[in-house]
């Protein structure tokens, strides 16, 4: 297939990605399996657009995997690590929400009202980065409302990544404060952290090399986790800077880790 007409297929995929509704599945809401398989669907779908790649949705499995055994729910600690985050993003200077194929395929709306409530800017960061994806999910996050999506200048590199995986904006994750790096790998998030930048993970595995150099591990699934940052944000707006700073200080990273991996194991629910 050439360039051209690999292009073409993924317009037409990503006009009927645009034109279906995500939440449009031929399943009743009230199906016990509803909200993973809304969330296979999004996935399958994102593939299809070119905006997934393929080992998305091996993550995805994995995430499954740790979901179910989580309850598929938000546990108390995952919502405390919510809040931290809305506080965390919330006292930043200059907050950005890292965006890959997965999570732009899951929550773009979601993604665009977090950003909006936290004045965060959104960037495009990808494992495997291909321009033709990189501009499919700047197109896709724009067609859902985002209107400055960094991410295309790479002009700035995470110190101690190869080449490829490294690249940043400078005016975007590269001068952040505090960055959002929901589903990252491993390396990219240790990386990251060793810049000296607060780093917020969303990883439904808290065994995962990334929510464990996280200042903010959050053990849940990002459909969930990133509108319930947004609501804690909304309801912290008017709070005042310490009140936001107790907020962030009095979350503790390794009990969270420890409470979620508890749940999983025990199968307490
Ligand atoms: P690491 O290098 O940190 O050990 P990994 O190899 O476990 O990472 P990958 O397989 O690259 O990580 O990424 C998938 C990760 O994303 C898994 O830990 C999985 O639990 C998580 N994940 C997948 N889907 C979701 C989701 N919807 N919400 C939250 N986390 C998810």
């Known amino acids: 297939m050439t360039e051209e007409s690999e292009r073409a297929r993924r317009s037409e995929c990503e006009s009927e990605f ?4 995500t939440t449009e599945i031929d399943v009743p809401e009230s199906h016990p399996r509803y909200q993973s398989l809304l969330t296979r669907h999004r996935i399958e779908h994102g593939v299809e657009a070119g905006i997934t790649s393929k080992q998305g949705l091996i993550a995805q499995g994995r995430g499954e995997a740790f979901d179910y055994l989580l309850g598929e729910e938000t546990i108390p600690s995952a919502d405390a690590a919510e809040r931290a985050a809305a506080a965390q993003l919330l006292l930043a200077d200059h907050p950005v929400l890292s965006v890959n194929g997965n999570v732009a395929a899951l929550v773009p709306d979601e993604l665009v009202e977090l950003a909006d409530a936290v004045d ?3 960037e495009v960061n990808l494992f495997n980065r291909t321009e033709a994806r990189m501009e499919a999910i700047a197109d896709h996050l724009r067609a859902h409302g985002a209107e400055d999506v960094k991410g295309l200048t790479a002009d700035a590199r995470i110190p101690g990544l190869e080449h490829e995986r490294g690249k940043v904006d400078t005016d975007g994750i ?3 404060d505090v960055v959002l ?3 990252e790998d491993g ?3 240790e990386a990251l952290g060793e810049m000296d930048k607060a780093e917020i993970v969303i990883d439904l595995n808290p065994a995962s090399r990334s929510p464990r150099v996280a200042s903010i591990p959050i053990v849940d699934n990002v459909i969930r986790a990133v509108p319930n940052i947004t609501a ?3 309801e912290l707006a008017d709070a005042d800077s310490r009140t936001l700073e107790r907020i962030v200080d009095e979350f503790d990273a390794d009990e969270a880790l420890e409470a979620a991996e508890e749940r999983i194991r025990s199968g307490e629910f």
């Not at 645009?18 to 509704?21: A, K, R, Y």
């Open 232 to 234: 804690h944000a909304r």
């Open 174 to 176: 590269y001068e952040a």
């Open 120 to 122: 965060a800017a959104l």
């Open 181 to 183: 790096v929901p589903l």
């Open 18 to 21: 645009e034109s279906e509704p």
């Open 187 to 189: 390396d990219r998030a």
